[in-house]
């Protein structure tokens, strides 16, 4: 069963950095394009960085400049590098391929960031 475990959130100050990690099972994160995901408390998820399989990068206008995506395809790891962070990043990120159908969404991991 394919499986993502995303790691690395935690609390840090505005300003501050994160690295987010995502384990893909199954080798998933090299042969699909892959994507970050956020969700805020009582807001929808939403997409906020893609990486495809040829490498090529989008980001949202909210996170662009600050975060970076990227993919370790020997460790089937993905993940967002994000800078100078600020409270309105505060969520909870996931990581799944970018498809009509994703793949079932990992427990996700926590960032929040104090002001």
């Known amino acids: 069963q394919v499986q993502l475990v995303e790691s690395g959130g935690g609390l840090v100050q505005a300003g501050g950095s994160l690295r987010l990690s995502c384990a893909c099972s199954g080798g998933i994160c090299s042969i699909n394009p892959m994507g970050w995901y956020r969700q805020a408390p009582g807001k929808q998820r939403e997409l906020v960085a893609t990486?495809?399989?040829?490498?090529?990068?989008t980001y949202a206008n909210s996170v662009k400049g600050r975060f970076t995506i990227s993919r370790d395809n020997a460790k089937n790891t993905v993940y967002l590098q994000m800078n100078s962070l600020k409270p309105e990043d505060t969520a909870v990120y996931y990581c799944n391929i970018v498809a009509a159908r994703p793949k079932p969404w990992g427990q996700g991991t926590q960032v929040t960031v104090s002001s």
């Open positions: 990486l495809s399989t040829s490498g090529a990068t």
